[in-house]
């Protein structure tokens, strides 16, 4: 019993089906940051196709937009996030980082004894 | 903004690798019910061999043995679980149960407004 043993929380929103996890968290947070959704997909080696599919999904099961495509610009064809999407962007940052302080102090009551 | 939203978490315990989590967890809980991995495997409509693989990554990620083999009596041919195994078992258990109600309690917090 000397193996360090470390924890892994995954967090997925359901409605009627799964709608939002880990894969669309990053996505979004790459669109803030490179302001495409082309770029976005790029950067984490996922298809176009399967982060446009990612999104949408995740729209229509919330509910309500997540990216605004935007034309022209500086940033021309890129994508930004909708106000609701980047509440529920934080939403779910925020309730993902409380539940991974409690999994951090739960962790010796639990898993001490096997270390 | 009218979706019922419900979260879902999965706890995943690692070493150098992933090596415990829900598939393992409901193994045991099938072990400890059935006295059979092959039956546990039948109940949940896996093959055999990768439930056995799966018990043996765990066992050798962890250091210790989950299941006891038994050969002869009533169980014949079935399998229990070990002492760490059933300590384990019970530690995850009471882990994902203390999360679960934490999540619970940081629900309204951040996805009321969602609702």
């Not at 360090?4 to 968290?25: N, Q």
């Not at 994508?79 to 609701?84: F, G, K």
Request: aromatic share 10%.
């Amino acid at each position: 019993m000397d193996r360090k043993i470390r924890t892994v929380l995954t967090v997925r929103l359901f409605t009627d089906e799964k709608c939002f996890g880990p894969g669309v968290a990053t996505l979004l947070h790459k669109v803030r940051e490179l302001h495409s959704l082309r770029a976005a997909a790029m950067d984490m080696s996922m298809a176009y196709s399967k982060a446009w599919t990612i999104v949408k999904n995740a729209e229509r099961q919330m509910g309500f937009p997540l990216l605004l495509s935007t034309t022209g610009g500086r940033h021309g064809g890129g994508a930004v996030l909708t106000e609701e999407g980047q509440a529920l962007l934080d939403a779910y940052d925020g309730y993902c980082a409380e539940l991974r302080e409690t999994a951090d102090r739960l962790y010796d009551k639990y898993f001490a004894k096997f270390q």
